[in-house]
């Protein structure tokens, strides 16, 4: 699982039917300098993906998400899927590891 923070929704003229009750949302990344309050902005540096969500997530949640394989592992078959989001989180707390 990874941490993120949602900064969009996407909207679909057609969708599989598999993902009836769910949506898609926009996920910005959290690293380190989004974690421990180093960049403010809602945005990361890193690649920003879209994910399924059937938690209700709205923009600037933050959420936990997987990718791969195991974003699948909800559905009844196998679909078209990548990611998904599994938990919204209502605080976390970060301590940057020490070398």
Same mark, same amino acid.
């Given at each position: ?10 909207? /679909? ?7 009836? =009750?769910?949506?898609?949302? &926009?996920?910005?990344?959290? %690293? !380190? ?6 960049n ?8 920003? /993906?879209?994910?399924?969500d059937?938690?209700?997530? =709205?923009?600037?949640?933050? &959420?936990?998400?997987?990718? %791969? !394989? ?21 605080s976390?707390?970060?301590?940057p590891?020490?070398?």
């Amino acid at each position: 699982m990874k941490p993120g923070k949602v900064i969009g929704t996407v909207t /679909l003229g057609v969708r599989d039917p598999a993902f009836r =009750g769910g949506r898609w949302v &926009v996920i910005s990344p959290m %690293g !380190a300098d989004e974690l421990t309050g180093k960049n403010t902005t809602d945005v990361s540096s890193a690649w920003s /993906l879209v994910a399924y969500d059937d938690l209700g997530a =709205g923009v600037g949640d933050a &959420v936990l998400y997987v990718e %791969g !394989a195991e974003a699948m592992q909800p559905f009844d078959r196998p679909i078209p899927l990548d990611a998904i989001t599994v938990a919204l989180l209502d605080s976390y707390q970060y301590t940057p590891p020490t070398e």
